[in-house]
């Protein structure tokens, strides 16, 4: 197993990290799960107060010794908080969950629009430093599903010590995407990667066109082992989460990541996730090329980027974040299609010749007739 350092805070951590949201369904092999994948140099847990039973079996898992030999992280449920004090009770809860005295990185977890607003309304932020003051928390970081700008507003707006993005061979330019991370990054946060695969959709969609670049490669090596070691390959990524509901889904990872070092990968290499991520995006169904020659939006429709929310979920039918981005970000921040008044300056500028208030109408209709639960 390789290690880095995390951001500013002086922990060495494991590249890879063991998400605990998809644990096998009989309670006693996820414990030994967890337990195998840390007795083979892993150190960095990951779970949620909303991940079923996720930190109740993980607290399970971390007894005998084994809380010791791990940096544990999990999050808090923003959206059932309805005043500052909220905070500190759904972290007591999960420290009796998890069976241990303190968190050491404490997230605010998922930082959409109006978890965000949330935040600033009943302070979060002296939440957190209370909690370190008390040692019930060690580091202090947060999750996001949101837009490139939104992520750095939060992030300049206090002193965090590590951000949770979506990032993968398809998401470079997706939410926070490769710009964001270099942001993080260069302030000194270190950065953890969820959603590597995409849940797994990634793997689920493969176009033939990617499969016959994959085989006539002349270096052989699954596609899941492309997307971690992509992720890996750069110096700016902390730690690579994945959720694993097997043991043998464990072991294939832990012989990925045995030499998970930066800067492995060679321009031919690059070159070849650049073609297969085309293979991907030749899908999609909005003829969109993110010029931006349309924006500003007179009325703050947040055009090019909806449009890439649309053409991602429509290429992972089955995966909602886009929609849960949609609705529970650009909507409420007033950037959504339904403030397109159809005024047709954009129809005008777009080199593509798109109808875009049409098609912004469509999407709208579409990512809207979608239900997302908020508390996921």
């Known amino acids: 197993m390789e290690y880095v ?62 809380r010791n030999k791990i940096y544990l992280a999990t999050k808090s449920p923003i959206w059932n908080i309805t005043k500052h004090e909220d905070f500190e009770k759904y972290l007591d809860e999960e420290l009796v969950r998890l069976g241990t005295d303190h968190i050491d990185v404490y997230l605010l977890h998922n930082m959409n629009h109006s978890n965000w607003e949330k935040v600033k309304q009943f302070d979060g932020f002296t939440f957190l430093d209370k909690m370190l003051e008390k040692g019930k928390i060690a ?28 990032l993968n061979i398809l998401d470079v330019k997706q939410q926070v995407g490769v710009e964001g991370l270099k942001y993080a990054a260069n302030k000194g946060l270190a950065a953890v990667i969820m959603e590597p695969l995409r849940g797994g959709y990634i793997l689920n969609t493969v176009p033939q066109e990617a499969q016959d670049l994959l085989d006539h490669y002349s270096e052989k090596r699954s596609l899941v082992e492309w997307c971690f070691r992509w992720l890996y390959n750069m110096p700016e990524v902390s730690v690579i989460l994945s959720g694993t509901s097997s043991l043998q889904q464990l072991k294939d990872n832990l012989k990925i990541f045995e030499q998970a070092a ?92 798109l109808e875009i208030p049409e098609l912004l109408e469509k999407v709208h209709s579409e ?10």
């Open 262 to 353: 930066p800067n492995v990968m060679s321009e031919a290499d690059l070159n070849l996730i650049v073609k297969i991520r085309e293979a991907y995006e030749a899908k999609k169904s909005i003829g969109c090329t993110g010029c931006r020659y349309c924006m500003p939006c007179p009325q703050g429709v947040a055009i090019p980027e909806i449009f890439k929310l649309y053409n991602s979920q429509q290429l992972m039918k089955a995966h909602v974040i886009d929609t849960a981005v949609y609705q529970s970000s650009l909507v409420p921040a007033g950037s959504g299609a339904d403030q397109c008044v159809s005024c047709g300056i954009c129809t005008g500028q777009c080199p593509q010749a």
């Open 139 to 166: 580091h202090k970081a947060f999750s996001i599903h949101n837009t490139l700008e939104a992520f750095k507003e939060i992030v300049d707006a206090y002193d965090w010590e590590m951000a949770q993005i979506q």
């Open 5 to 66: 350092q995390y951001g500013k805070t002086g922990m060495k951590v494991s590249r890879f990290g063991l998400g605990c949201m998809r644990f096998p369904a009989a309670e006693k092999e996820a414990i030994a799960m967890v337990r195998y994948a840390i007795d083979n140099g892993v150190n960095y847990l990951d779970t949620a107060f909303v991940y079923k039973d996720s930190e109740v079996i993980t607290g399970k898992a971390l007894k005998d010794g084994y």
């Open 367 to 376: 990512f809207m007739s979608t239900a997302y639960p908020p508390k996921r």
